[in-house]
């Protein structure tokens, strides 16, 4: 064979072989990317919760904060919302679509960061981030109660998500009714009373241990309208696939009730008026970072992951919160907290698993079912084994 081929043939196999080596970079940053997207979305929430603390304290209307975000989220998202419905003329936003948006903003937004913001005022960023974790838990049991769970004690899927939600919810009576001994010497900050509205001397003239139940009661409020409202969306996907622009909307209309329900409070205009450049970034990027980028990131991460991945991270968000106040505010953290966090993203993590192997479940009954019948039962087995590991043999 001539020189000339031999060196031919040498730097095909060459190129060949860096053509595979790139595949198998590119497969892997394809197969990372939704880990950092959503490491990095949950970071940004958890920068918000902290600086939500921070200008609850100086003094600003939970009101105020939520109708300015709300209004920041719905204007950065009302162009994809408008692309959206370009490409999905066949879609019609009826009556009744537009009063389930209404109930939808009511309990997903304007009581949901109601109560948020107000359980984290009278206790600390940290401490309201654990209770997030609850989202999956209290949907699954919302979801029993309007009977579109069920639980068969018999199927080992259904018994890790009963066995999950409970030692979830034992992990929420811990938190609330044991504080036990504090694990650092930085003492409880109190908000000051200066320049207050009434809703921060409220929570001042309150002891320690009243702030403590009061705003424990108030964040797990929050976390049942927020999984009511995971319930009302669902309805109102299946009706109204436009996410985007069922989003902007929700935003729109709870952007709207929190301003009435602020003017019917406190008539006080200047209530309404932003002091420093901490006040304005945050109530902006609330919404432009918090409900609307985050929102699209998340979205993605579902599409791409399927959504027990997204709830699979969301423990991060205490984390990142945790890690901050500590570091950078130096805020008391008691023993309660730590062992009823770790029960909580426990149980989380048993209903996850148990809501993971459920679908799997799903997938290789639908799959027997669409195998015909001809009298052998060697092609279902291998039409379901095909199914469960996602690539053919």
């Known amino acids: 064979m001539p020189v000339s081929l031999l060196k031919r043939s040498s730097w095909s ?11 198998f970079r590119m497969a892997g940053c394809q197969k990372w990317k939704p880990v950092v997207v959503i490491l990095s979305v949950y970071c940004v929430l958890a920068v918000l919760n902290i600086l939500y603390k921070i200008i609850l304290d100086e003094g600003t209307s939970r009101l105020v904060i939520i109708t300015y975000r709300l209004t920041a989220a719905a204007i950065f998202l009302m162009p994809i919302a408008y692309c959206e419905r370009r490409r999905s003329v066949n879609v019609k ?46 949907t699954f049991f919302i ?47 109190v908000p000051s009373s200066n320049n207050a509205n009434n809703n921060l001397n409220f929570i001042v003239k309150l002891s320690s241990t009243q702030r403590w139940i009061l705003g424990s009661i108030s964040l797990v409020c929050a976390m049942l309208c927020w999984s009511g409202w995971f319930l009302i969306q669902s309805k109102i996907g299946k009706r109204y696939p436009c996410k985007y622009t069922s989003t902007a909307m929700m935003s729109a209309f709870g952007a709207l009730q929190s301003a009435v329900l602020c003017f019917a409070i406190d008539k006080n205009m200047s209530i309404w008026i932003l002091h420093g450049k901490l006040q304005i970034f945050t109530v902006i990027s609330g919404g432009v970072l918090g409900s609307g980028l985050c929102y699209v990131g998340i979205s993605w991460c579902v599409e791409q992951r399927g959504p027990v991945f997204s709830s699979a991270f969301s423990p991060s968000i205490q984390i990142f919160v945790a890690i901050m106040d500590l570091a ?39 799959s027997a079912e669409a195998v ?14 095909v199914s469960n590991s996602g690539r053919p043999s």
């Open 13 to 23: 196999k060459i190129n060949q072989q860096g053509r595979k080596k790139n595949k």
């Open 143 to 189: 979801a029993l109660l309007v009977r579109q769970e069920s639980v068969n004690l018999r199927n080992i899927a259904k018994i890790a998500k009963v066995v999950g939600s409970l030692i979830c919810i034992g992990g929420v009576v811990l938190l609330i009714l044991y504080r036990g001994i504090p694990l650092n010497k930085a003492p409880y900050s």
């Open 328 to 366: 950078f505010f130096h805020e008391q953290m008691f023993l309660g907290s730590v062992l009823g966090s770790i029960l909580i993203i426990s149980g989380l993590y048993i209903l996850l698993w148990g809501k993971r192997r459920e679908e799997s479940q799903n997938d290789f009954t639908k």
């Open 372 to 385: 015909p019948c001809n009298g052998s039962s060697a092609p279902a087995i291998e039409i379901i084994h």
């Open 93 to 138: 936003l009826t009556a009744p679509v537009l009063c389930s948006l209404f109930v939808s903003a009511l309990f997903g937004a304007t009581l949901t960061q109601y109560l948020f913001l107000f359980g984290m005022q009278c206790t600390s960023a940290a401490f309201a981030s654990s209770f997030i974790n609850m989202v999956p838990v209290l």
